[in-house]
Structure formats: C-alpha cells, structure tokens
C-alpha cells in the first residue's frame, strides 16, 4: 500500500532498443498510452540504498504490481530493509529557495499518480536530477485495464464473424467493378486498408466473450488512439480528494499542476525504410498530408483511426463539401460565359456605350464636380451585364437547390459513415464538469458552508470538548444526518442568478461588438464619400476619371482589413464571454462558444457587403435635395451599370483576401513563426543538455509540437465561405470556382496541421458534426431570401423585364436606358451646389437615374407610375422565387431519404447476424455443460439443476431405456453461464 508521501520507484537500466523511436517504456514492450509533462522546479530529495551506479540512470518505473516479491516485502518494512534498486521520492518541505514550486504541487502530482496507479496503470517517469526542467510522466495501460475500461465505455470490436456487406447481380458487379478500376488511380495507397464487400461484425467489448472476437494480439487488439482514449477516460474521472478537492486531468492542467497531457504520435512522419513498414502517421504524411496528393480521395477511415471520430467526421464533411463545389462551379462557369458571349448583343449596354444618345447625367458631387456624358461609364456597365444577365436567376435558383442537396447528401454520406464506423447506437459520454465550473461551485459551497458557521455561532455558542469530539467531526454528523433525511447537503449546481453578472456582460458586449461593426462600415462609407469629393476636386483629368474605380478598391481593401482584425479580436472575445457564462460541460461550452463567435463574424464579415447590396445608393436622395452626412458630403449613389457590379467587386475581393491572407498568414506564418520563437527559446538548453547525448524522445518531440484547441476555427472558417458561396451567389457565379479551389489546398494544409504540427488529439467519439449542421441549414434557408432580394432590388433583372413587356413598343429592351433615367431642371439646384466650372455649355435639363415625374409635369419629382409598377414586380419575385425555392428543397428533401436502403438492409442483417452468434454461442455452452453432467449424474433429476437450460436427450450416458419425462429446451440467457464456464472462455 502506497501512502501519501512515498511512491515505490524502480529503476532499470536505460534499455537502447528503444533509442529509435521512444515510444514504449524502457522495456521495449510496455507502449506509451500518454504522457503527463510538468515542470520540475525544485530539486527532489532521493533516499536510496543503492549504490552510485544505479543514481545515474536516467529513468525511473512508478510500476503496478510489477514489483519482485522480495522487492515489495522488504519495502514493506522498515528503511534497513530495503534493497538495492528501490528509491523513495519524498517532497522537499524546507523552503528557502525562491524558485521553488508550491509543496502542494508536489502532493497533488503525487496523490493523482498514486490513484493512477490503483486504478490499474502503469507509470514511467525520468528521474530529474536538475532544479529546473520539464519532466515527463509515461503512462500504459495494461491488457485487464484495457478490457475493464472498454467494456465500460461500450467500445465495439470486431468478432470473429465475416459477412458480405451486398449481394450484386451481375450487372451492377461489373458496373462497380469498372467504377473501382477508374477510381483506382485517384486512391491512396493505404495499406492494409479493405475495401472488399465482407465487414467483421462488430459488437460492443465483453470479457465474458473474449472468444468471440478477432484477437489476433493482445498488443495490437486495440488500436493506439483506442488506448490513449481509453488512459483519458481514467485521467479524466480521477479525483484527487485529499489535496486539492478537484477531479479530472483538465482541471490539474488548469490549475497549473501539470503543463500538459496528451497521447503520443506513431513515430516519426518521415517516412523511410520498405512502404508495407510505415507507420499510420507516415502513411498519412504520405498519401494525405501532402500538396502533390491533391487529385487523391481522402483515407478517411485511417483518418478516423489515427484522430477518431470526432475529425474523421470534419474532414469527411470538408471532403463532400468539396466535390460538390465542382457541379456548382461548373455551372458558375457556364452562367460567367454566357454573360462574356452575350455582352456585345446586350442592348442597354450598347445603348449605354452610344455617345449618339448624348445622355447628359446630373453631376456627382456638389459645386467640384461637372456635368458628364453618360457614355464614359461604357466599361461599367459592359462588366455589369458579365454578372448582371438572365442567366443570374437560374444560378440562383440552382444555387438555393445546390445547398439543400449538399445537406441531404451529406446526411446519406454520415450515416454511411456511422454504419461503417459503427457509431449507431452510440451513447453520450457522461461528461464531467469544466475545471473553471468547479472551481465557481467551490467557492459558492464555501461561502454558503461559512455563512452557515456564522449563523450557528451566532445562535448557537458551541461548546469545546477536550479532545473527543472536534468540529470537523460535528460537522460530518450533520452532513451525514441531511443525507439520511433525503435534504441536500451542498450546492449540485449553478443556477441562472450564479450566471446573471455573466450574461448581462455577455448582452452589452455583443451588443456593443455590433455597435463596432457597424462603426466600422460607416467609417469606410464616410470614407468613399469625403475621398470621392476631394478627388473631383483635382484639377488633374486623370484623377477625375478614375475616381470610382479608385474609391471603390481603396474602400474594399480597407474593409478586408478592419475585417481581418475584428475577426482575431471577435474570437478571443467570444471565449472571454463564454467563459464568464461559467458553461458546465466541454459540449456546452464549445456550442455557446461556437454561437457567439459565429454571430460576430457573420456581421463583421457581411456587414459591408449588406451594406453595397441593399443600403446604398437607397437613401442618396435626388438632384436638388440630396441625403447629406455631417451636412457637407452628399450619401453615395450606385455606378451608372447598377449596384451589382459594386457588390460583385466587394465580394470577391473580401472572399479570396480573406481565404489568402488567412490561410497564407494565420495559418501557416503564424505557427511557423510560434514554431522558430519556440525553437531559439530551447536552443539554449538544448546547447547544455547536448553533452548528454540522449537521442530526442518521441515525448520531446511531441511536446514541442502546438496543442490541439478543437476544431471551432476550421469549421468556423468554411462556414464562413459557405456563406459567401450561397448568399450572394447571384451577384458573383465564380464564387464556387475560388471555393473549390481554396479548399483543395484547405484539406491538405489541414492534413498536414494535423499530421506534422500538432499534438496527437484524443481520439473524440461523436455521431454527427453537432451544432455545425443546423448553422448550415440556417444559412441554405436564409440564402433563399437574400438571393430574392438580390435579384429583385441589386440587379436590373425586374426593370428591364417590366420594360420589355409593359413599356416597350417593340417587345424588345430598345429605349431601355432612356426608360430609367428621369429628368432634373438645373435651375432648381439648391444655392451653392450647381457646377461652378461647367465645360458642357448651357444645360438646361440633366438626367439621373430613377423613376421620377419630370420637372414639367404637375406633381415634378414624385415617384412615378413606372416606379410602383416596377416596385410591385420586385415584391411579386420575392414571394414567386421564395415558394418556388422552399418548394423545390422540399421536393428534393422528400426524394432523397436520410438513410440510404442499403444501409437499412444491413443494420437489419447485422442484428440477425449477431443474435445467431449469441444463440449458436449459448448453445455451445449447453452441449459442453450437458456432457459435464452426464459424466457426474446419467440421470439428472428433471428441475434438480434449475438455473440450467434443459433439453430433451435421446439417450444419457448410453442407457437409453429411461423412461424419465422429458423437459421442454429453453434458450440460455446471454449472462446465464456459469463461472465455471465464464472462466474457461475469458482465462487472459
């Protein structure tokens, strides 16, 4: 029995076959299932009786029952009979060395690895013989712990039984067959990895049934994400109740006990030697992680056993993501070059080129600015018809149906997943409170406990008793008397007034981040409006002419800018505030967290872009009353061509600066940056500790790797793109095309994060992708209504339709831009505001665009006739494109079921399957215990044995003339064998 203060420690030579890659124990057998990092700040005072030699190696085994009999005996005793070999690890109480870590660090670690050790493991640490310096606790679990813990946590294995997963006519066999032959080149080359059409059956892990399942080794049975979850499971619910009063590694590594816990990669990832001996992250180096391995599928399955499910499922979700970019880039190809094969034949923009139609335009600003030709703006509007065209509504259209089929497709493709995974029918892991939680609900159970002392005190004096009954022991009666009558004792939980300071925080503060970004956009606006107005000031012709391509492109880059930065401070925020929301659970934080984040960034990456297609040039005014800010500069108007090129120019450049800037800065730059100001940190010690000539162990290595923080950023940053993709599609076809290939390199930049440059996650178990799945559902219904409103009020679509056919005499879209443009008497500019400087001569009349009464008609300046007309269409497509869209996604959600047939099929066979196992395995059971009681009793009593089946015999013992009754066969219950039996079958 270890005590509190001493922790057996053997310590075996260094063993050099485990120089190569470091990862078992110094044994060469033993695996390392995790690694516990802590820093070692005060020297450990070491009594040993051994001799000198035995000081100086470097490796110390905190084992569990591996002891030599003598070895434990003798620790057992006094300090004269301990042997060679044996060291005590005490705590060095004396202070007066300032760097020193607080003692009860040392007691807590010590404490925590002691409950370790009794619930099964088996440690291995370096003995540091240094005052300063990490030190690393090496964690296995032996074959009985990793039964015991698998059959707790319904881990499913393999049995022994093969099936075929699908029967194939011989038609769709050669289909599939030649569908495998040309998929074959764009496959990894995954070794070992079966894509035949047998499956084992799989069941969750029982040791009274350990015959039943494919154990080929007890090593490699399961498999090391499966061990080094199974570790967490234990470090998670392992409590240390005498020292701290927490439970669980998170909260040790929180409170700042250990730095870090994480399981160990396979080796190194660099691959050499024969390709059949590559480890699986080599493997995944190799054929995953790699940009030359772009046009390969994904090995999501060894995904999946390397990282488990939880990112399995992620970059399984990017993948389908990804292909289904390609049809929807396709066709925003096509939609991109009919508006490049259509622009000589546009008419409006033909009309808009002809400088015979002399249309004289209003001027853009006041006093500084001239009349102009509306034929100077020719490119605009020719650029325009590229985005702005027919072809726009059935991309949208297409569009709204592309992302209810990306869902539907992707439920089909998790469900195969989970079938294959065999995830259905999974649990949810009971999850224990977060350390920050704990540490709230302490301190309220304090505060009550000392409030309650008070009171008592106050009320009732207590009386002292030498040394019989202490108030620690009077308060344990009284906690143990509210027990026996059904009252609660402490505090369970947090309620909503423990949480109330959190959420009004929370309100104000997004509240305030919306004021921010709002903030933002008004200044890039106030920004357009001022820098416009200065430079039609210029007296250079040149500067004058390209005053809206110069502002426009300023503006948007300084957009992607205020965007960038908001987006780094609107994460770190978010985490702020959930925080101070004190969430119980991981899962409850990171769905608070993962809403809270994705409402900043939405209107943060949005907000301008809603601005340019539903806000600008809406509230301009007109010539002689125009809308002014800071009553000097006049609101912005869209260009000439309509604000859909605007929105299509503000779109693109947010969407590919952010994809660049942030794949090519955040999350490449960064780390490697973190990563060199990491390495010249330890260059320093690495110089001292190079004399010892110890080879870099895969623990050192992994370590200096970065953490993994979740995947919220990954998802966050697709979904993000994904908004860009569906919302504004109409405005900008290409943006599938930038998509797909921004993620081609996404996946492989995310392989090798994940491969190369983080520590191994634990392998996370989950069904589905969660919360992601409804913000994505969110966003596919949402982008019905804005491509509507896109299409209706940004683009010309409805003008130019109601002109055709209400207005135009001819039927066609002749006398289309005269139609548009009303007329403004300049004798009724306001004082001050006409040109000063015309070169145009004497203008009487000017043009705007609007649809205006013109300045000779009784009601002058009043929307006109046209404008209600053309009003009403715009709403009547919103609604016709709003059912029409809901109506097709249902159609399509209907047709296409959740669950694929096949999938049913075989969840249907699988069960028969494994209740014929379980029976044939039952009866097995009886024939063996029928012939064991036929040897002791030939003629067993009918009821005499009654917790065994019985069953009709012909003939017992070969006396066939009894004439005993015979006993109806009952099955045997599945947990009805005896020990006997249990033990024979499960014998490890």
Known sequence: MQTEDKIPVVSPAWSPKDNGEGLHFSDGRRKVDYVLVFHQRRHISVRSHASTSVSHDRLSIVSNGNFPPSLGSEGKGGGESVSIGEVFMELDSGGGNEAAEPADMHLIRQEFEANLLEAGLEIERDREVKAHGLSFTRLHAPWPVLCREAEFLKIKVPTKTRYELKEEGAFSSSVSSLWRKLKQPFQPKVPHQDHGA????????SRDKLHLYNITSKETFFDNATRGRIVYEILRRTICARSCQTIGVTTLIAKGVYDAAFPLHDGDYNA?????????????????????????????????????????????????????LVPASIVGIIVFGYGVATVDTNIPSLEMCDERFNFTMCPLCDGACDFWQLSTACGTARASHLFDNPATVFFAIFMSLWAVLFLEHWKRRQISLSFSWDLTGIEEDEEHPRPKYETVLLQKRQRKQQKKKKKKKKNQPVKQEDGTVTEKDRWRRQLLSAVAAGRPAAIDKLTWKDRLTGYCINVSSILFMFGLTFSAVFGVIVYRI????????????????????????????INLVVILILDEIYGAVAVWLTELEIPKTETNF????VLKAFLLKFMNAYAPIFYVAFFKGRFAGRPGRYVYVFND????????????????????????????????????????????????????GAEKEAEEERPPQQWNLDYALAPFEGLTPEYMEMIIQFGFVSLFVASFPLAPL?????????????????????????????????????????MGKFSVIINAFVISFTSDFIPRLVYQYMYSHTGTMHGFIDHTLSYFNVSNFKPGTAPHNSHHGDV?????????EPPWSADAYQFSKQYWCVLAARLAFVILFQNLVMFLSLLVAWVIPDIPKTIVEQLKREKKLLVDVFLREEKDKFHLIQSLFAKDAPFPLPGRYSTLPQCPTQSLAGDSGAGGPRARCRAASFGSSSRNENSRHTAV
């Open 198 to 205: 047998t499956k084992f059956l799989t069941h969750c892990f």
């Open 272 to 324: 050499s030697g024969h390709p059949e001996e590559r480890n699986d992250r080599q493997v995944l180096h190799e054929e995953w992680a790699r940009y030359s391995a772009f046009y390969k599928y994904q090995p999501i399955d060894l995904v999946r056993k390397y990282f488990g499910e939880k990112i399995g499922l992620y970059f399984a979700w990017l993948g389908v993501y990804t292909q289904l």
């Open 530 to 557: 001022t820098v416009s107005a200065l430079m039609a000031m210029s007296p250079d012709p040149e500067t004058k002419s390209n005053v809206r391509v110069t502002v426009t492109a300023t503006a948007v880059i």
């Open 590 to 593: 990171e769905e608070r967290l």
């Open 633 to 684: 500069y006049r609101m912005e108007e869209c260009a000439p061509g309509g604000c859909l090129i605007e929105l299509c120019i503000q779109l693109s450049i947010i969407m590919l600066g952010k994809q660049l800037i942030q794949n090519n800065i955040f999350e490449i730059g960064i780390p490697k940056l973190k990563k060199l100001v990491r390495t010249l940190k330890d260059k320093g």
């Open 738 to 778: 930038f998509a797909l290939l921004n993620n081609v390199i996404e996946i492989r930049l995310d392989a090798k994060k994940f491969v190369t440059e983080l520590r191994r996650p634990v392998a996370a178990r989950a069904k589905d992708i969660g919360i992601w799945y409804n913000i994505l559902s969110g």
């Open 844 to 852: 009487t009349v000017c043009r705007y665009k609007d649809y205006r």
